[in-house]
């Protein structure tokens, strides 16, 4: 018999993981994506198949062996190909905020975040966090009236009219934007989540 190829050592796994406990206090406690890192909502087999799919898209770049934890980071020109993401309007701002640097490119961990809160055992507030984010196109933790027309733009595919994009994105405010400052914090982001049951099905990548 061979030698079993060792990726993870048992400790790297189980920082992959999380419990429901554990889960339940990220979620209630702090959204920041650093109490996030190593903690996911997989098995230790989805975690490996993840690896092999994020091994797959670069295999001279990513290792067999994580056990010294490699510096390795794949671009996002690789990350946004993926057949997961290659169709959806906003591969890169998916990208941009499940990277650490910004700009897109992904560590493992990156890569197992992205897909941890896609899944579908992820909840929904955690999910409305991360849309958020993703809609906030300019990073300043609002969703203004141009965060707005460039989300509505990507949902529609460009094809709303100027004028209709506007009408939209007034509604919007006008039904959103609580404290009437002109913007939606996530606050009042999760308030117009609440109203559309369908948002968990349509807010998640299969592994």
Known sequence: MGNKQTIFTA???????????CARMCVGV????????????????????????????????????????????LPYELIGSMPELKDNPFRQRIAQVFSEDGEGNMTLDDFLDMFSVMSEMAPRDLKAYYAFKIYDFNNDDFICKLDLEKTLNKLTRNELTEDEVRMVCEKVMDEADMDNDGRLSLEDFQHVIVRAPDFL???????
Request: aromatic share 14%; with cysteine; glycine share 0%.
């Open 11 to 21: 400790q790297q796994l189980d920082a992959y993981q999380v419990c429901v406990c």
């Open 30 to 73: 702090c959204f920041l994506k650093t109490l996030l890192i190593d903690c996911t909502y997989f098995t230790r087999k989805e975690i490996l198949r993840l690896f092999f799919r994020y091994r797959d898209l670069a295999p001279q770049l990513v290792p067999l062996d994580y056990t010294d934890q490699p510096d390795v980071k």
């Open 201 to 207: 099905s349509t807010f998640h990548i299969r592994i």
